[in-house]
Nanobody, 124 residues
Framework: QVQLVESGGGLVQAGGSLRLSCAAS????????VAWFRQAPGKEREFVAA????????YYADSVKGRFTISRDNAKNTVYLQMNSLKPEDTAVYYC?????????????????WGQGTQVTVSS
């Protein structure tokens, strides 16, 4: 069982940066693939980025490539999402999700564990 808690959201101007954190409980966090998804009002939840267990390979949605960076610190049971060059269209509730031993389908939202979400608002 894993519990996820997101933090770091807030209000930022376009072009600014934020760093989101996803803190996890549990002793085997390194065995989990962790992803970030986001959901804007009236839209479906969409994949943002993922980082695999083991080698820590990273995967990004085309809309955030080159602007967002996902990383993990297994000693701290935490995954980060560094968001630079933010745009108003990045405004959404951001959720982290985790799945043990997931090896593929990182953008598929069928993850077993989800956080409660953190709001990111980018003003123009």
């Amino acid at each position: 069982q894993v519990q996820l808690v997101e933090s770091g959201g807030g209000l930022v101007q376009a072009g600014g940066s934020l760093r989101l954190s996803c803190a996890a409980s549990g002793r085997t966090f390194s065995a989990y693939t962790v992803a970030w998804f986001r959901q804007a009002p009236g839209k479906e939840r969409e994949f943002v980025a993922a980082i695999g267990w083991g080698s820590g390979s990273t995967y990004y949605a085309d809309s955030v490539k080159g602007r967002f960076t996902i990383s993990r610190d297994n000693a701290k049971n935490t995954v980060y999402l560094q968001m630079n060059s933010l745009k108003p269209e990045d405004t959404a509730v951001y959720y982290c999700a985790a799945d043990r031993w997931r090896r593929s389908g990182y953008s598929d939202p069928k993850y077993n564990y989800w956080g409660q979400g953190t709001q990111v608002t980018v003003s123009s």
